[in-house]
């Protein structure tokens, strides 16, 4: 008999993994770097949250390395066991 695969741990970003929400992260960037499309985003907002997010990752993306990461779970990960 075969062992069952290990049990894959899910971690949610925003407001888990990072202590921000990369929505507002992006924003932000896009609002820096090219105002404009963002205004031509904002309409995608109709469609709802995750639309908008969707939109505006197409147009900027926040630098990965500046997000405040929460550094127990990330130490907390790589110490959880391999296999559940």
């Known amino acids: ?9 899910v971690v949610d970003l925003d407001g888990t ?3 921000t929400d990369t929505l507002w992260e992006t924003l932000f960037v ?3 770097e090219r105002p404009l499309r ?8 109709r469609r709802g949250r995750a639309a908008l997010k969707a939109r505006l990752l197409a ?4 630098d990965v390395s500046t997000l405040p990461l929460n550094s127990e779970l990330i130490d907390w990960l790589r110490d959880a066991p391999k296999t559940r």
């Open 38 to 45: 963002l205004l031509a985003a904002l309409p995608e907002l």
């Open 17 to 19: 993994l990072a202590r």
């Open 30 to 32: 896009l609002a820096r």
């Open 1 to 9: 008999m075969s062992a069952a695969p290990p049990t894959p741990i």
């Open 59 to 62: 147009e900027a993306s926040p």
